[in-house]
């Protein structure tokens, strides 16, 4: 098994990323890292570390795609960037599984459609984000104009996918602006009514943004438009709180002291906040798999999608998504339910 | 100048509404008050309370209308309920300036709509909320599908309300989910250029939901679905960080005295957060004027909303408003610029 890590990618970049393929092929013995990067960084890096370095294959790359870089041109703009070289290998070797990036987010996205191209019948490939208290969202930002049969196969590839790795059937919500089958616009509504027939959906109805957090589903559907403003107004409403908490915990000499009561707590609730930025979001439709990091993770948050991408290879999640895909566009080729 | 309020609308009617209505008419000795609720409710109240008593007049309503009843139909089905018949009078009286209640918010904008009618020129009225920190966003309800030509209205209508309130043009920003121009989706893009244009407009391009709340721009444009979904994840996200926060001050004996020390600081905290549950929601674009309170509100957001109802009669908003989409509308018949 082979995974590709994009060393450029992120702000952190290269120095997490590296740092995140010594844990990974340390803690793991068979496997082998492709490394998307400057060649000489690479090698400096693991100078001294030759037993991992010799699962290491280098995938010279002389830049990063930014996030001024536009998405639909940056492969042919920037060749010898590392996604532009990673995306390419991607394309053309069979021994890669899987994709690991923190590299912008619009450029991972359409650099995967456009070089791995969409698994059989899927309409348009979702990215799928963890939400604060360990919901998913998607799409969350892959496809800014949707049609409901988007929305409904974006539910059924998340179906498979969290079936696979929580062992049941997750609880599918629509997001929307009030819980009755009527409200929302014309896409919800279409959407919702499809999704009401899908007999092999766990469907729950419509979800608002406030009780999205709350355990009333699992999965959250959404246009990549609506489901990006979501995250990002979450983030911001999260922060606007704590900013104000922050304050009234160092509002004068008391309070911090104060403060130093609730050390251990504290550090609770940042550890319970960083899950969600530390969690990776999957590219669901893709031929291969595509893995998103946070523009800001380090070393840790990578290691872990590398962990993830070979957890997801072993589980041929690809390969479920097709098999659900094709199922669902031929019903009749389908066992008997 | 006589303001409505709806007795029965909210989770704390008639309670809160009677003890609004009580203080804004003992504070201003000019005002009269127009009561829609329950005649014995009302008078019971009130009858250790002549002075102010003398300056109400009593809409008999038999019952309050839900969020179960349907936006659309709710005047006919409830044609005695305290917003058909607030809706009824402001439609007929022209001693009646304006509207307060806490009532469901489709009801509240379908009913404005359907009774009260658009300002001559207006495509679609919008709803406009405060954003925590102190923005606002509009639309965040009324319109769930809509067109560019619709957003730049109610950018426009935002301009006029924002400068006669606080003297100084709003800074207007785009909901999207990039900074850069050609982010979002057929919507934003296509609204984008059209505010771009608009020179009477201090357009300051796209804002993102997590930098909304920073000082980045006064008026956030958004469809009323988008709107909506950002106000609501936003409050998600505060609630959940609020929540993390919490447990830590509560963790054990320390923490719980910890947070002793910090008292001042989490009132104060608590009150930046009210403001914005406190703050109205004005429908911006119908004939007469329509305040929204949150559906939560006490009596002191109440009050509040009966004094901007005042204030904004006093201003001549609805005027001021029907001018500027006039000049919009018929450029030639601006003065010279």
Do not use: W
């Not at 456009?114 to 496809?143: F, Q």
């Not at 990776?280 to 893995?291: F, S, T």
């Amino acid at each position: 098994m082979k995974i590709l890590l994009d060393i450029l990618g992120g702000d952190k970049a290269p120095a997490e990323p590296l740092l995140a393929a010594h844990r990974a092929l340390s803690e793991d013995k068979e496997l082998e890292l492709v490394l998307a990067g400057k060649k000489e960084e690479i090698e400096e890096f693991f100078k001294d570390k030759p037993e991992e370095f010799a699962r290491v294959e280098i995938l010279e790359a002389k830049e990063a795609v930014l996030n001024t870089d536009h998405p639909a041109t940056f492969l042919k703009q920037k060749p010898e960037s590392s996604l532009a070289v990673a995306f390419s290998a991607m394309r053309h070797r069979d021994d890669i599984d899987g994709l690991v990036s923190a590299g912008p987010t619009g450029a991972l996205l359409t650099g995967a459609v456009l070089s791995l191209g969409r698994i059989a019948g899927v309409k348009r490939p979702a990215l799928m984000t963890t939400l604060p208290g360990g919901g998913k969202i998607l799409d969350s930002g892959a496809n800014m104009d949707c049609k409901p049969e988007y929305l409904v196969q974006f539910a059924q590839m998340a179906d498979v996918y969290f079936q696979a790795i929580n062992d049941k059937k997750p609880r599918i919500g629509l997001l929307s602006v009030g819980k009755e089958e009527g409200k929302g616009n014309e896409l919800t509504k279409e959407t919702y009514a499809l999704l009401k027939e899908e007999k092999s959906l766990n469907f729950v109805g419509n979800v608002e943004g406030d009780t999205a957090f709350e355990d009333v589903c699992d999965v959250v559907v959404a246009d990549g438009f609506a489901g990006n403003v979501f995250i990002k107004a979450a983030e911001g409403g999260a922060l606007y709180a704590t900013g104000l908490f922050k304050k009234a915990m160092k509002r004068n000499i008391f309070a911090k002291l104060g403060a130093l009561f609730q050390m251990k707590g504290l550090k609770e609730a940042k550890a319970e906040f960083s899950k969600v930025v530390d969690a990776c979001a999957p590219l669901l439709g893709c031929r291969k798999l595509v893995l998103k990091c946070h523009g800001k993770a380090n070393a840790l948050p990578l290691y872990n999608s590398i962990c993830e991408a070979k957890r997801l290879t072993e589980m041929r999640m690809i390969e479920r998504i097709a098999e659900a895909v094709k199922i669902h566009e031929n019903p009749g080729n389908s066992p008997a339910e």
